[in-house]
């Protein structure tokens, strides 16, 4: 009799970093890998990497794909590079003066912001009547100079009576689309309320063109199963939920890479590590479950009242340019380039030129002659470019050319003396140096592309440090590791890590120092870690295998830890979370209470004795949150309730629904 | 997230807008192919779009192929009857059900200035979109916005002779007002003349110019 193999379930997950869009296609309930591709993200249009990788990922028949789950950077890298689109915020009852006087109108993330009378107090009732003719009147003002609404009302988790009627009457005067804040959040921080409500307007129209590019790519090979983005905290949404609310996906891909390492390597406590092309991100895994954070996610200096990983990042990875800081000291990061290697890969002059620099002694040529700037588009679309800048991308037409010749060219000494931010914004052209990836060409450990110009480059480097090439290489690595490894401590101990030279810090700085490299004849001092490292990310076992043994704990590279991150993208979970807010209706003057509001997101009841109160908020809560999963691709969902107090008489009942996320067509 | 609806949503929108700016004139052969390759969607897409206009009557759907409704002249008199009746109806529950913030925002809508015709046409059905929203029936809402689409082929049929724009604004504000005061038969009478008088200007010219045939 034939052994009748049961039918591989297979899923898509898929990260798109920084520097590399992954792919990894699994078999869902065996966590076994079956296809991994790796190609390089295009900034400016996220959605080309993941084409790449749906049509290029090894597989003959696509349709048998029954779930597609991704982790983006897009929201994140949106922010950070104030490319969301202009949106006006109303906040309606908040104080100006207050807002002024601690200075937090920066936190908005618009400069067009707008204070409306009106507003709600603690007990959900008004403060002060909305004036809706003073709404109107500045929607008109601004509504075609900017691409999107956010309404942030005062107390609205408590009552969103005020939000719902803005939002009434903007939409009878213009078709923007509009977003509320306590659709967002129902915490009652209300400056984190409005800056999300900002940032998720800004995102809304870039989240929906990227969603439907993607489901574009899948429908192309066939592909016809559930889409799912992966959260900030490592659950998963499906599309249309994703769609409407971008500001949850801040902080996705380092929470996707976190719960890919707890996935791959079955490690309940660990401390993830994911080294990428651009940056290492940290995330801490407790019980089998990423930490979250309490306050929020925050970003750009942006505090968001969304929930999201508890995580650190540092400009450090594969691809970060090694330099020289004012000092001569060597630094590492935060820019990351294109390695040399591969710049030579595909170029022909770069090797020679790179060789003649090595062999000239007098005089010492300088680490920034090891700079390059390319062309990366064949034929850009140069009208929005200052003359300066069209002139560099004729400079470059014929072939990547060192940074100082084009300075030079330019009649420039150095790089500050022009502004050039829409040409590497815009990705026309791209810089190449010396990375880490060179250095790894050099010892053999990785060599995809061209190691002579990395020995080169190498080369250069040290004489001019008057360093031969083992100290060179050494000190190096001690950087990385000393980088990694104060991170570490940061991330963990939430404390500063002092300056070197900080004498105040005199004995914290010896300690550090002499746990890193033990330096003192009597006294041994050591860091333990007392979970181990999970690493993740291409250069991971090459950078951490130092920083395990510095904190004395084991390195896990789980299989296919190059990819994990693609691999986490699918682990998640689908959540839903509904909240009522349970709160006392006073009388006049707060004398007596006279019953209990139930607030949900979209409805408002009153029930007079709290017992009846708390009972029936458990009973909505947990047939919202449940509905809610179903509609948002959970399979069999676990719902499970909460009732938190939340201040005098004031409670919150929180249900939260966890399932895997349903399969197939 | 489905993207053939999603584009089918897109595609409704677009040729709404191209029918009923008369920029694809009446009794014009649809050709779903060519349709489908000239505005860049799928042809299951304006398949099912234009399936869509067959229901709001846009769209003449014979056993073979598909050609934009004609307008007859008789078309006028039927559309203008419902629209006479429907919009007074209109006017009568905003009398009744405004809320205060109904008002705000139709006295906010009077305040706005068109600069062109395009903007004079989206500010006209906004205004009539907000006194049903005021009347607080959506399905008086949604028929209207029906009949909007249907008489807005004539009104662009007679565009290019017509002068009176600015005066229909004024009878907006003394709409409002009425609305505002409470007085029911007010309210109705300066609809019914408003509707009233926009038929009658556009019959007068079609007639004149021989635009439909009878």
Avoid at chain 1, 39 to 63: A, C, M, Q, W, Y
Avoid at chain 1, 163 to 181: F, H, M, W
Avoid at chain 1, 566 to 593: F, N
Avoid at chain 2, 177 to 200: C, T, V
Wanted: overall charge negative; some cysteine.
């Amino acid at each position: 009799m034939n052994k009748k193999t049961p039918p591989e379930t297979l899923v898509l997950g898929i990260d798109t970093g920084g520097t590399y869009t992954d792919g990894v296609l699994l078999e869902y309930n065996t966590h076994q890998i079956i296809a991994a591709h790796k190609s390089l993200t295009t900034k400016r249009d996220f959605s080309i990497g993941i084409e790449n990788v749906i049509k290029e990922i090894d597989l003959e028949d696509p349709s048998a794909i029954q779930m597609v789950s991704i982790s983006t950077t897009l929201a994140t890298n949106a922010i950070a590079e104030g490319k969301g689109k202009r949106v006006a915020l109303f906040l309606i009852g908040y104080d100006p003066d207050l807002i002024n006087s601690f200075d937090m109108s920066k936190r908005f993330a618009t400069p067009h912001y707008y204070y409306i009378e009106g507003g709600h107090d603690l007990h959900g009732q008004e403060k002060s009547p909305l004036d809706l003719p003073d709404l109107l009147e500045k929607t008109k003002m601004i509504k075609n100079k900017v691409d999107a609404i956010a309404v942030s009302s005062y107390f609205s988790p408590r009552n969103p009576e005020h939000e719902i009627r803005a939002q009434n009457a903007i939409a009878s005067i213009c078709d923007l689309p509009i977003v509320l804040g306590h659709q967002l959040s129902t915490l009652l921080g209300s400056v984190e309320r409005a800056t999300t409500a900002a940032l998720n307007a800004s995102l809304l129209s870039m989240l929906q063109e990227f969603i439907i590019a993607v489901r574009r790519a899948m429908e192309h090979r066939g592909i016809n199963a559930p889409l799912m983005v992966v959260r900030g905290d490592g659950t998963l949404m499906n599309d249309e939920f994703a769609a409407r609310s971008p500001v949850e996906t801040i902080h996705s891909g380092p929470a996707a890479s976190a719960i890919g390492g707890r996935f791959l390597s079955g490690e309940d406590q660990a401390l993830v590590l994911d080294v990428g092309g651009t940056t290492t991100d940290l995330a801490l895994i407790k019980d089998g479950k990423v930490i979250v954070s309490e306050k929020g996610a925050s970003v750009s200096g942006y505090q968001t009242s969304v929930q999201a990983a508890n995580l650190f990042s540092i400009g450090l990875g594969g691809d970060s340019h090694i330099n020289l800081d004012r000092g001569k000291e060597i630094s590492i990061g935060p820019e990351r380039v294109v390695p040399l290697a591969y710049l030579s890969h595909q170029y022909n002059n770069v090797q020679d030129r790179l060789k003649a620099l090595a062999k000239t002694n007098w005089p010492a040529p300088h680490p920034r002659d090891l700079e390059y700037w390319f062309l990366q588009q064949e034929n850009p679309e140069l009208n929005s470019f200052t003359a300066k800048e069209q002139q560099v991308v004729e400079i470059l037409k014929p072939g990547p050319k060192p940074a100082i010749e084009v300075l030079k060219s330019l009649g420039l000494l150095d790089a500050s003396q022009i502004s050039l931010n829409n040409l590497w914004r815009e990705e026309v052209i791209g810089k190449s140096g010396f990375t880490p990836t060179d250095i790894l060409h050099v010892d053999g450990r990785h060599t995809p592309w061209d190691k002579e110009a990395s020995k080169a480059a190498l080369t250069v480097f040290s004489h001019y440090l008057k360093l031969d090439e083992d100290q060179f290489q050494l000190l190096f690595w001690e950087n990385v590791t000393e980088i990694i490894s104060k991170a570490v401590i940061h991330f963990l101990t939430e404390k500063e890590i002092p300056a070197r030279n900080d004498s105040t810090h005199d004995l914290a700085n010896w300690f550090l120092d002499n746990s890193l490299r033990p330096e003192h004849e009597q006294l041994t001092t050591r860091i333990i870690l007392n979970v181990p490292l999970i690493g993740i990310g291409a250069p991971a076992q090459v950078m951490l295998e130092a920083v395990a043994r510095v904190f004395n704990t084991d390195l896990v590279l789980p299989a296919h830890y190059q990819v994990a991150n693609a691999a986490g993208a699918v682990a998640g979970s689908v959540m839903v979370t509904e909240e009522i807010l349970i709160y006392p209706h006073m009388s006049k003057g707060d004398a007596e209470v006279l019953g209990y509001y139930l607030q949900s997101r979209d409805n408002r009841d009153e029930i007079e004795e709290l017992e009846d109160a708390l009972t029936r908020a458990k009973e909505i809560a947990e047939s919202n949150a449940l509905s809610a999963a179903l509609r948002s691709g959970a399979n069999i969902p676990q719902v499970n309730v909460e009732v938190i107090q939340d201040g005098m008489d004031s409670y919150r009942v929180k249900a939260r629904a966890v399932g895997k996320p349903r399969l197939g067509g | 997230m489905n993207i053939n609806k999603v584009d089918t949503q897109k595609a409704y929108q677009l040729l709404w807008e191209k029918i009923t700016s008369l920029e694809l004139a009446p009794g014009e052969i649809l050709d779903f192919a060519s349709l489908a390759d000239e505005m860049g969607f799928s042809k299951t897409a304006i398949r099912e779009a234009l399936n869509l206009l067959v229901h709001d009557h846009l769209v003449e759907a014979p056993p073979r192929g598909l050609y934009v409704a004609e307008l007859q002249f008789s078309d006028l008199e039927k559309i203008s009857t419902i629209r006479l009746n429907l919009e007074t109806l209109a006017a009568q529950q905003a009398v009744l059900n405004a809320t205060t913030d109904d008002l705000v925002i139709l006295q906010a809508l009077c305040k706005e200035v068109a600069v062109d015709t395009q903007e004079y046409f989206e500010l006209d059905q906004r205004f009539h979109q907000a006194i049903a929203q005021a009347a607080h029936n959506n399905y008086l809402a949604f028929t209207l916005q029906r009949f909007y689409g249907l008489s807005k082929r004539l009104w662009y049929l007679a565009l290019p002779y017509l002068d009176f724009l600015p005066t229909a604004v004024k009878s907006h504000i003394k709409l409002v007002d009425a609305i505002r005061d409470g007085n029911e038969s007010l309210a109705m009478e300066i609809m019914k003349n408003h509707i009233e008088e926009f038929y009658l200007k556009i019959r007068e010219i079609i007639k004149e110019k021989d635009l439909i045939k009878e």
